[in-house]
Structures are given as C-alpha cells and as structure tokens.
C-alpha cells in the first residue's frame, strides 16, 4: 500500500483558497487519490477522489500531475467551518480493502 | 437513506470487561470495515467483513474479533478490555463489487472510555 505524506497543520483565513498537497512516490497504477474530511468526534466525509488530471466537485478540486506522485487538495473560500482534519489516501479500493489512514493534515481557518 | 449508523455512541467500561459494538451499513453496501482512532491520530484499520467472513486484517490482537451478518450488518468484539483500548470506533460501509476507487462511507463513531 502506497504511503503519504502531508504537511502536519495548516493556518488560513476565511475566504481564502487553500491548497493540501499529498506526496505518495510509490503509487500503483490501479490506485487512486481519496481525500476525507474529519471534524472532532465525528466519523471521515468523503471529499472527492480521482485517478489523473483534475477532477472538481461541488466543494472541492483535485489536481493530480501526470506522474500521479503527489496531488493537490484545493478548498476555494475556505469559511471557518472547514476548520478540520483533511486525510490523503492512496489505494485501489478505499472500502474494499484495508484503508491506511496517515496523521492528516490539521486545517484551521481564522476569521 | 440513513447512512452509516452506529450504536452506542457512547460507552463506559471497566478494565477487563468485553464490549460490542454495532454497525449497520449505508443501503446497498455489503462491506463492512472497523477502525480504531485514538485521540490525535488518523484512522488505524482493525478489520474488515465482506459475504460474513473477515477478509482483511490490521495489527490488532485476537482480543478484537467481529462478526458480519446476511443483512450485510456487523459487530465489533472486544475482550479483556485495556485502558490503552480507549478510542472513537469507526465503522465504514462500501458499495458492491469492490470496484476500484470505491469510495468508503464512515459512521459517526462510538465513544469507548475504558476506566
């Protein structure tokens, strides 16, 4: 299984993009990039996951170079309730097989 | 479509006590995976059940052990309970056919305080 690495906490202020990068080196080729939100006491939410290129949702985007080595979680007009932990996995089957989940990075947005 | 629930939320128990812990899964989903998260640290992956057997396994000791039932429902087990066994128990649902870049479904979690 692919390890991550993120940076350990990240500072912005409201209405700012905000931009999480993932190293994984030794990715597979069938693996794919999923990236979860966890508030205090509450279970991961989904965030938004993708194999190359970008893909974009109703809250986020995810840049993903052609080498797929690392992506990039990007949060456009952060608000102060995206004040969480943000997760990079990296694996074929994020519920089909065991998940490893890194120490995620701590996001939190100041007024 | 409720989700992922879990129950209880929350739970007390004494040192060497045995716990379970429920876990019904989001409709249409058939996997079941546990994980255990102690206070400032990510997800650690316990184990997880597909068609009622443990298909999968993390570093954790035979004191865990869970079961899947043919509702696609599932328990986790723990015996001879720690105080080190202290943590928020997830319980993650997936969708059918293990298809690559499934997405996994968490539940809310339950509160263990081993006293």
């Known amino acids: 299984l692919a390890k991550t690495t993120q940076p350990i906490s990240m500072d912005s202020y409201e209405g700012q993009e905000v931009n999480i990068t993932c190293s994984h080196n030794?990715?597979?080729?069938?693996?794919?990039i999923t990236w979860y939100q966890q508030f205090p006491s509450q279970g991961p939410r989904f965030i938004i996951q993708g194999y190359k290129t970008k893909v974009t949702n109703e809250v986020a985007s995810l840049f993903i170079p052609a080498d797929r080595k690392s992506s990039t979680l990007s949060l456009p007009r952060v608000s102060l309730s995206d004040t969480a932990v943000y997760y990079c996995?990296?694996?074929?089957?994020?519920?089909?097989?065991?998940?490893?989940f890194g120490a995620g990075t701590r996001l939190f947005v100041k007024a | 479509d409720a989700g992922v629930t879990q129950s209880p939320t929350h739970l007390i128990k004494t040192r060497g006590q045995q716990v379970t812990l429920r876990c019904s899964p989001k409709?249409?989903?058939?996997?079941v995976s546990w994980y255990q998260q102690a206070l400032g640290q990510g997800p650690q992956f316990i184990f997880q059940?597909?068609?009622?057997?443990?298909?999968q396994r993390g570093n954790f000791p035979d004191r865990f052990s869970g079961h899947q039932f043919p509702n696609y429902s599932s328990e986790l087990n723990v015996n001879a309970l720690l105080l080190g066994d202290s943590a928020l128990y997830l319980c993650a649902s997936s969708s059918p056919g293990q298809k690559a870049g499934t997405e996994a479904f968490f539940g809310q979690g339950t509160r263990l305080t081993v006293v």
């Open positions: 409709s249409g989903h058939d996997t």
């Open positions: 030794n990715i597979a080729t069938n693996d794919y």
């Open positions: 996995l990296v694996g074929g089957h994020t519920g089909g097989f065991k998940t490893i």
């Open positions: 059940y597909y068609e009622e057997e443990e298909r």
